[in-house]
């Protein structure tokens, strides 16, 4: 590991090859920033292929040894078609990897491996629950969405030479996925909630793929506008208050993650929206006042929809009150079981294959999937599963520090941050911490829309990862860069 350190004031890497777009000529020449503190960012390890490989060989070891304990604890034999689902999914795994190697060599080699052991601990725990529900079979449509996912993966890494091309379509994206968020108020709502569409046989949920797009927007905005939102406007005694224009944009985002948890009574992603992009707001800006602004905007309409909204006000008054039904006599509901499923578990869990935890009922392959991993593979194992996410986001974080450009750091915080979030209040949700929000966990949880986005996820920090090796100078090894000083 070399000590190489990059000036404090030294310009950005140049952009890809094409027209920039007009973010791109706005960005200010100095920042104030939480990244870009001037302290000099942790170096990344050595970019081995070699031990990708290694640790994508093990994950689906892991995967397949977790297959035959389910089968061997509820029927007593390995399954038949143990070498036809181990090669499918080995032989994805291994062509990610190849994409990998030879497109973006330089890129966080813990990134892939994490991703696949995640999908494979969820099509596992998947296919458990598919043994519990006879005639109610999930596992086989989530591997078509996996394989989808990894094949897109392949497309983002070989397709997308540089992430700041990304920044030119800043606004289109975020048309894009208004519309995306849009379309699920015309179709019936599924259990309370308006987040599917569905058309024959087949079913999405939009605003998954949205949160990408959003990301994109919510970087290229904050990346051409993030000084003005820090120094500009009036001050007001101790406060300076921003432009107009440049606060447009964060009271467009409150509005719209009120819009979304009104229309389409969907607190996960209206909670998700709206603190991505506070938490990007503060990373561009570095004023906590964003943050204390952001979290009373979210308090108030929170407050607001939760009294006026019954789908919302069902779910906190089963968050107040998980075992009302138990106590009346109407038998456990959904968050009960979910809370004596993990009291069941204990520390080591019964073992995969010999819980009960799909007395859940319909959610239990979805949103309470962590149930099944708290019941079946105890604290040691659910520690393990959050180690993995916190892998995953803390790696994304690093490539933020690592990035010279300020679109990609932001969008490596935003796509990074993404996980963090859904992580958290999903096992919030279950954990009766917070209110249930009806998210995917991502990768583990049914769910095409939301396994095939975290491919895409994955997919772009492999790609900014690559990228801050090359503007660190991409000779052999990773070099220790100093991020961009602050004013």
């Given at each position: 590991m070399t000590g190489t350190t990059r000036p404090a004031h030294?310009?950005?890497?140049?952009?890809?090859?094409?027209?920039?777009?007009?973010?791109e000529s706005a960005a200010a020449p100095a920042e104030t920033a939480v990244l870009p503190t001037g302290a000099a960012t942790a170096p990344f390890p050595g970019p081995s292929r070699g031990t990708e490989l290694a640790l994508v060989l093990l994950a689906l070891l892991l995967c397949g040894c977790g297959y035959c304990a389910v089968e061997l604890a509820t029927s007593g034999a390995v399954p038949d078609g143990i070498a036809w689902y181990g090669g499918g999914m080995a032989a994805l795994a291994l062509l990610a990897h190849l994409a990998v190697r030879l497109r973006a060599p330089g890129a966080d080699p813990l990134l892939l491996p994490t991703a696949v052991l995640l999908n494979?601990?969820?099509?596992?725990?998947?296919?458990?629950?598919?043994?519990?529900?006879?005639?109610r079979p999930a596992a086989p449509a989530q591997l078509v969405w996996s394989a989808l996912g990894v094949a897109l993966f392949i497309a983002v890494v070989a397709g997308l030479r540089d992430h700041r091309t990304l920044r030119r379509y800043t606004y289109l994206s975020a048309v894009t996925a208004l519309l995306l968020m849009t379309v699920p108020?015309?179709?019936?709502?599924?259990?309370?909630?308006?987040?599917?569409?569905?058309?024959?046989?087949?079913?999405?949920?939009?605003?998954?793929?949205?949160?990408v797009l959003l990301a994109v927007f919510f970087a290229g905005h904050l990346a051409a506008h993030g000084t003005a939102l820090a120094h500009s406007g009036r001050r007001i005694w101790r406060c300076r208050l921003p432009t107009g224009r440049?606060?447009?944009?964060?009271?467009?985002?409150?509005?719209?993650?009120?819009?979304?948890?009104?229309?389409?009574?969907d607190l996960g992603t209206s909670l998700l929206f709206f603190l991505l992009f506070v938490i990007l707001l503060y990373v561009a800006t570095g004023r906590t006042g964003w943050i204390a602004v952001g979290l009373l905007l979210a308090a108030l309409g929170a407050w607001a929809v939760g009294r006026l909204e019954p789908h919302v006000h069902a779910r906190i008054e089963v968050w107040l009150h998980p075992f009302a039904t138990v106590d009346a006599g109407r038998g456990p509901g959904q968050l009960a079981q979910s809370l004596f499923a993990f009291d069941a578990g204990g520390l080591t869990g019964t073992g995969l294959g010999l819980g009960h935890s799909a007395l859940v009922g319909f959610a239990a392959k979805s949103d309470f999937i962590l149930a099944t991993a708290g019941e079946e593979l105890g604290?040691?194992?659910?520690?393990?599963?959050?180690?993995?996410?916190?892998?995953?986001?803390?790696?994304?974080?690093?490539?933020?520090?690592?990035?010279?450009?300020?679109f990609g750091r932001l969008l490596s915080v935003?796509?990074?941050?993404?996980?963090?979030?859904?992580?958290?209040?999903?096992?919030?949700?279950?954990?009766?911490?917070?209110?249930?929000?009806?998210?995917?966990?991502?990768?583990?949880?049914?769910?095409?829309?939301?396994?095939?986005?975290?491919?895409?996820?994955?997919?772009?920090?492999?790609?900014?990862?690559?990228?801050?090796?090359?503007?660190?100078?991409?000779?052999?090894?990773?070099r220790r860069v100093e991020a961009v000083g602050a004013p």
């Open positions: 030294s310009p950005e890497p140049a952009a890809p090859r094409g027209p920039a777009g007009p973010a494979g601990i969820g099509l596992v725990l998947i296919h458990r629950l598919d043994l519990a529900t006879p005639g108020v015309f179709f019936p709502a599924v259990n309370g909630a308006r987040i599917w569409v569905r058309l024959g046989g087949l079913s999405l949920q939009p605003a998954e793929f949205a949160k440049a606060l447009g944009p964060v009271l467009a985002a409150w509005l719209l993650s009120v819009a979304v948890l009104v229309f389409e009574r604290l040691v194992g659910l520690t393990a599963l959050f180690l993995l996410y916190g892998l995953l986001v803390e790696r994304g974080f690093r490539t933020a520090l690592a990035l010279r450009d300020r935003g796509l990074a941050s993404i996980v963090a979030l859904q992580v958290f209040v999903i096992a919030g949700g279950v954990t009766g911490l917070i209110p249930l929000t009806g998210m995917a966990m991502p990768f583990l949880a049914q769910g095409g829309s939301s396994v095939v986005t975290n491919w895409v996820i994955v997919a772009l920090l492999v790609r900014a990862g690559d990228a801050a090796r090359r503007q660190a100078g991409g000779a052999g090894r990773w």
